[in-house]
Structure formats: C-alpha cells, structure tokens
C-alpha cells in the first residue's frame, strides 16, 4: 500500500518541504522516491537513493547486489541518507567507530524541473578512498550553466570495508569492492536515468583527489572494453594515486592481518573450522569500522592504509602501465587538472635537508633502490643558492614549485612538491597524455594557481554559489571556472564561448575561449594547458595549522585605499612539460619508476 498524498506532504513538511515543493514520484521498480522541488535553482532534488542492498553480513567485501524490491511505499527522498562508515589517514589520530553506516550505498540526483534528455555529470566524492560522503549540494554550478545538465552523487564503501585486500580475501571475496560500487552506480544510471530526465548516452564521470582517481580506474576498469558504454567524458582533478599495489603482495597482507588482528580474528579469536575471513564477515560492524580507522591512521604520514590494488579483473594494471603503454580505455575525453600546491597537508613539516628528504622518500616508496634515489635526487635536489622566501611559483621563471612556494622552501618544499606530482599531478599528466593519443579521443587540461593553491581548493568555486563574498575568487572567476566544467559535460569541450567571455565585466578569461584554449597533445612541447589564476592585490600572510605544524602561508588581497587594484581572473595558455622547470621531465622519471612504487 502506498502512503497517501496527505501523508506525505505532511511528512515533507514536518521536514521543512512544503506541498507546494513537491517533485514527481520516481518509479524505479524495485522502489519509488518523490524528492522536492528547490524554486531558488529549479532544480528537483532527490536525495538518499538506493542503488544497491545494503553490503552487510554476507556481503561484506562482495560485489554489489541489486535492492531488494519494496513498493509499499513512496520514500521521501528529502534528506541524505547515512555515510559510509569514515577511516582516517596517518597520523590520525584514531577516532573509534561508529563513523557511519553500512548500509551506505545511496545515490543523490539533482535535475533541472521539466526537462528531458539531458546530459548527466556523475560525481565522485574525493576523501582518499577512507574519508567523505556524496551529501553535498551541486545546484549552484547547474544553475550557472543554465540548467542544462543533471547532476548524480555517489556513495561507495571507503577505507577496510571498500578497499581490504589480501590473498585470503581474494579467495572468498573481492578486492576493491569500493571501485566495484562506483561501477555499479554507473550501471544504474544508465538503467534509470531517463526517469529523471537524464540522457544515458550522454554521461561525464567526474571527481576530484580519491574521486579524480576513482575516476582514472573507471577509465581502465576490465581493461577499457566497455570503451562509451557507461560514460564518455572524464574530469579529473587532482587524481590521487598512491602505491597501487598487487591485491595479495606483502603491504596490503600486511594491512589485512593487522585488521584482522584489530577485530580479534586472528587464531585466538577464531570458532573451530572458521577461517579469518569468515570471522570478518561475522563480525560487529563498530569493531570493523574501530580497526580500520586503526590500522589506516599507523600508516606512513599523510597516507591511508586501504586503497585500490590491482586486481587482475577490474583494475588489470597499474595507471603508470596502462595509460602510457597504450593501453584501451574508456570513454573518449578528458578534463583533467591540478593545484598549485596540492602536497602541503600529505608532507611532514619536519623535512629540512636532505637525509630527511630521503627518509621522506623511501618511507612512502620503499622499494626505490640506492639507484632510483639518485636520479630523483638530480632532479629534485636543493641548489645551493636556492632562495629561503615564501613564495609562489608562476610557473615560468624561478623560484620554481621545486623550491619555493607560500607553504615552504628548500628540503620541505623539495618533498611537498614531490609528494604531488608523485601522486595527483604527474597522474592528470598521464590521464591528458592517454586520452590525447586514443584514437578519437580529445584531452583538455589546467591548473588552479589561486593562492594559497592547497588540495581541494578547486572544490570551493565549483560548488558554492558563484556571487558569495570572496576576496580570492571573485565572480567573474567563479563563473568561468564552473562553466568550463559544464561547457565539457555538455558540449564535450570545456572552452567558454564568445558569449561567456564578453559576459565577465572584469579580468582576463580569454585564454579559455574556444580556439585559444588548445587540447593537450601527448607530445612534450605541445603538452597545453590553461593556467587558472586571480592576479593583482598585495601581499597577506595567513596562519594554517598542517599535521600539528603553524604554516604561514601567502595570498593577496587590495589594499583599502584602492592604490593596488584588487585580484582579478587572470587565465593563461602554457605549456604543461616545461612548466615548473621541467615538470614533464619529473613526470617521464615516476613513470620510468612505476614497477618500483606499485609493486
């Protein structure tokens, strides 16, 4: 029996949705949801989805299964539903559970009010595979590109319960169950999508840090036979690669018997004839979610103990491997990006020569031989004169990223900025390189350069409001930066219109226009990118606290007076191999070294 209008509406209210805000019913067959209707955007809004039963009990570290069919009801799909059980990254500290729920696997669907046939943004949230949730807002940037497009959020299984893998698991269960859901929510998409007005064969997958990654593995995933299957475009931004490990080598073993040992599911804690992971599966979902935050927050400083392993199904290789040897893919475009400075909150801020460089190096890759840690050292090493300032690279003359930037100099800058290209901005290189020379395909890339540049800084004008108070992204910025990302989802090319451009009052976007703004090309010389900057202002030092650390960092604001005009959008084209002192000479090194960092 279903629930009666009445009802309902008085449900929504006591909610804070009124009758007259109502969205239509979904029916998806197996259950039907009724969102609301936000007047400010538009947009109706369906939160707290099911895409899949709940991963308990017996389902722990298996595929995900389709729901289970329940049509009694209409669901009120007015709020979101619970996260995923959270897992910390090192040095913690350790947060016992619970963090979340299990039964996470819900998706979020924002879709401008009837309109059928649109192209479909699916986002993954970032969190570095242990951290975050889809339960955040995107209606602002559907708004700014004038409702043309709908945006789904995902949840997917984080930290032990996404990402616990070893030999003994792989006999029994599935390793990367996480990416597995993230697979399986694009399936149901491309099932039900149309029922919200969406357009399945026009469909971008798109995420930034762990989302980014996720999305690069999406773009292997079964060694890129599905090709535009489930999705055609990809936006990376910053795609997190840590080691990605073979699923039963000695680190991610490593992991699961300390977890498995967190739990009590070593010998002494076992039933007679039960194996280690059969008392997993068993066991009270505050003990798993306890042990996973454990064992993840004693993992090398800045990084997270589950992440994706290459699994010899899903994931068939490492991304060093597939995207520059050539590799299938899928889906036929890319945007992808990174920040000025995405390595601060991953460095300890202990690093101040070069044993301490070293010890940085080899703690987070120790497989890296006497060898390998010469030839990075001649091209990260700290020049003698190397200057001591707080400063930002431009990218184009010295002092370069290497050395110097707002956050630090010398050895600790030496291994913040190492700790990025390692592991988000050499990886949008190869993800730009990769599509670039699939056949077909077409690759665009940029760089936000907004001081201060720290990772996750983009996700701030892409989905708040273009016109809130900032002294650091004004409007005129706002606007074109999310209008690059819905010019791609629904045009397949991110570059603004003539339209767009005459539309900013203020400051300098045209580099981003159509004709100026050149695909990136896998070819050093010809890598282009768009430099996404705010210029102008003066000096103001700002105090943040990393890892323990007081960390003063540099931004510029106008002064009071209106003698230094005030920050302005300010977009260049540059060229992505010789940016920063060579960048793509670094990126060439951790490619060459890819079988001694994901072993």
Not at 292 to 314: C, E, H, I, M, R
Not at 470 to 489: C, H, L
């Amino acid at each position: 029996m279903f629930l009666k209008p009445l009802a309902f509406a008085a449900l929504l209210f006591s909610l804070g949705a009124s009758q007259s805000h109502l969205a239509p019913v979904i029916d998806l067959s197996y259950e039907l949801y009724q969102g609301y209707y936000d007047d400010k955007y538009d947009i109706h809004a369906y939160k707290g989805i099911r895409y899949a039963a709940p991963p308990v009990g017996k389902l722990r570290w298996q595929l995900p299964q389709p729901p289970n069919q329940n049509r009694t009801r209409i669901i009120p799909a007015i709020g979101y539903a619970p996260q995923c059980p959270q897992t910390l990254n090192s040095p913690g500290p350790h947060k016992p559970g619970p963090s979340g729920s299990e039964d996470c696997l819900f998706v979020n669907v924002y879709t401008p009010a009837n309109k059928t046939k649109l192209p479909v943004m699916v986002w993954i949230h970032g969190g570095g595979y242990g951290q975050a949730n889809g339960g955040f807002d995107p209606s602002p940037q559907i708004h700014t590109n004038g409702n043309t497009y709908i945006i789904v959020t995902i949840q997917y299984r984080l930290g032990a319960f996404g990402f616990l893998s070893s030999a003994d698991l792989g006999r029994s269960g599935v390793p990367n169950v996480g990416i597995h859901d993230m697979y399986f929510s694009l399936q149901w998409v491309q099932e039900y999508i149309h029922l919200f007005g969406g357009d399945p064969e026009q469909v971008t997958i798109a995420g930034e840090s762990a989302g980014g990654g996720g999305a690069m593995l999406l773009g292997m995933a079964y060694g890129g036979f599905d090709n535009t299957a489930l999705f055609k475009g990809i936006i990376a931004a910053s795609p997190f690669l840590p080691s990605q490990w073979e699923y039963d080598s000695a680190m991610p073993t490593e992991y699961y018997y300390r977890f498995a040992e967190k739990v009590g599911c070593l010998t002494d804690g076992l039933k007679v004839n039960e194996s280690v992971f059969e008392c997993l599966v068993s066991a009270d979902t505050i003990d798993l979610q306890t042990a996973s935050d454990y064992v993840s927050t004693g993992a090398p400083y800045g990084q997270w103990a589950f992440v994706p392993v290459t699994d010899g199904k899903l994931i068939q290789g490492k991304p060093t491997d597939h995207l520059l040897g050539g590799g299938m893919l899928n889906g036929m475009r890319i945007l992808s990006a990174s920040n000025l400075n995405d390595g601060p909150d991953f460095t300890p801020q202990n690093i101040t020569n070069e044993d301490g460089f070293r010890r940085f190096v080899t703690t987070i890759y120790p497989l890296l031989s006497e060898t390998n840690i010469t030839n990075i050292l001649k091209l990260y090493a700290i020049p003698d004169n190397a200057s001591d300032i707080l400063v930002n690279s431009d990218g184009l003359r010295s002092p370069y990223s290497t050395t110097n930037s707002g956050w630090a100099h010398g050895w600790q800058q030496a291994a913040t900025n190492l700790y990025a290209e390692t592991s988000f901005t050499c990886p949008s290189y190869w993800l730009s390189d990769a599509y670039a020379n699939k056949r077909g395909g077409k690759s665009w890339h940029y760089q936000l350069s907004v001081p201060p540049g720290q990772h996750g800084l983009d996700l701030y004008p892409l989905l708040q409001p273009i016109d809130i108070p900032d002294t650091s992204m004004d409007e005129v910025f706002r606007a074109a930066f999310q209008r690059i990302w819905g010019n791609f989802v629904v045009n397949g090319d991110p570059t603004l219109s003539e339209e767009q451009i005459i539309a900013a009052d203020k400051g300098n976007i045209a580099a981003a226009g159509s004709g100026a703004w050149p695909q990136w090309e896998a070819e050093q010389g010809y890598n282009w990118m768009l430099n996404v900057n705010m210029t102008g202002g003066i000096p103001t030092t700002t105090e943040f606290i990393i890892g323990g650390v007081p960390i003063n960092v540099t931004s510029y604001l106008p002064s009071s007076d209106g003698s230094i005009p005030p920050l302005v959008a300010n977009f260049e084209v540059a060229e992505g191999s010789s940016w920063e002192d060579g960048r793509g000479k670094r990126c060439q090194l951790w490619a060459d070294l890819g079988p001694w960092i994901n072993e």
